[in-house]
């Protein structure tokens, strides 16, 4: 199993420019999670997923958009990027609710905008 | 709505004793705690919830006073294995499936 996967790991992109990154799961799980770290900052959650087709917002979406349109992906969307979105992402997922099970992360991207 | 952790950051010899503790001003349901090395992912390593069932790690222990909404982390004996950034992450009640994770606290095992 190749449990939480992220794809890029490394982007650079111009202000203004669109993106998405791409998460993947293989473990079967419910819900899928879009997080941004920065320093000092811990991890802040930008999109959820409680289910296929289903999306919610956390506590920092704008700007970002998101799609689940089948179980195992999870696609976060930067129409405009600007410089303040320049972050490490992280990715994850987990079989049940976040509150109860725990949540298995991807290795990241590190995007950078200028 | 993010929990605060104290200290931000401890410096410990091998075999020395740490606490890290998690507060949130919200009532909170659950409390999970992680770990993450440089350059990582964050790796779990335990959840407390309301009512006093945990899962998580053999090693690691943790405390979660419901009334006060504080969890504490127990790190004994340490090693250098552990090392890193550790993050409480809460999920309050009624907020549906939102989750919050703290600023870390940076923990530094010397030999």
């Known amino acids: 199993n190749a449990g939480v996967t992220q794809t890029p790991k490394f982007r650079v992109l111009k202000t203004g420019q669109s993106m998405t990154l791409l998460c993947a799961q293989d473990?079967?799980?419910?819900?899928m999670y879009w997080y941004r770290q920065d320093p000092g900052m811990g991890l802040r959650l930008i999109h959820y997923?409680?289910?296929?087709?289903?999306?919610a917002k956390g506590e920092v979406p704008d700007g970002y958009n998101v799609s689940r349109l089948k179980k195992q992906n999870f696609l976060l969307g930067l129409e405009s990027a600007a410089p303040s979105q320049t972050s490490v992402y992280f990715c994850?997922?987990?079989?049940?609710?976040?509150?109860?099970?725990?949540?298995?992360f991807g290795p990241g991207t590190r995007l950078t905008v200028l | 709505q993010q929990p605060v952790q104290s200290p931000q950051a401890v410096i410990l010899r091998e075999g020395e004793d740490a606490v890290i503790n998690c507060s949130s001003s919200?009532?909170?349901?659950?409390v999970h705690w992680y770990r993450q090395k440089h350059g990582e992912a964050p790796v779990f390593l335990m959840i407390?919830?309301?009512?006093?069932e945990q899962k998580g790690h053999d090693k690691i222990s943790a405390s979660f006073n419901e009334k006060k909404q504080q969890s504490s982390l127990y790190l004994t004996a340490s090693q250098l294995s552990y090392s890193g950034t550790y993050f409480c992450?809460?999920?309050?009640?009624?907020?549906?499936?939102?989750?919050?994770f703290g600023t870390g606290t940076s923990l530094t095992v010397i030999p």
């Open positions: 997923s409680v289910g296929e087709g289903t999306t």
């Open positions: 407390l919830l309301k009512g006093g």
């Open positions: 919200k009532a909170l349901y659950s």
């Open positions: 473990m079967n799980h419910e819900y």
């Open positions: 992450g809460t999920e309050l009640w009624n907020t549906g499936n939102q989750f919050y």
């Open positions: 994850a997922s987990s079989p049940g609710t976040g509150g109860i099970d725990e949540q298995f």
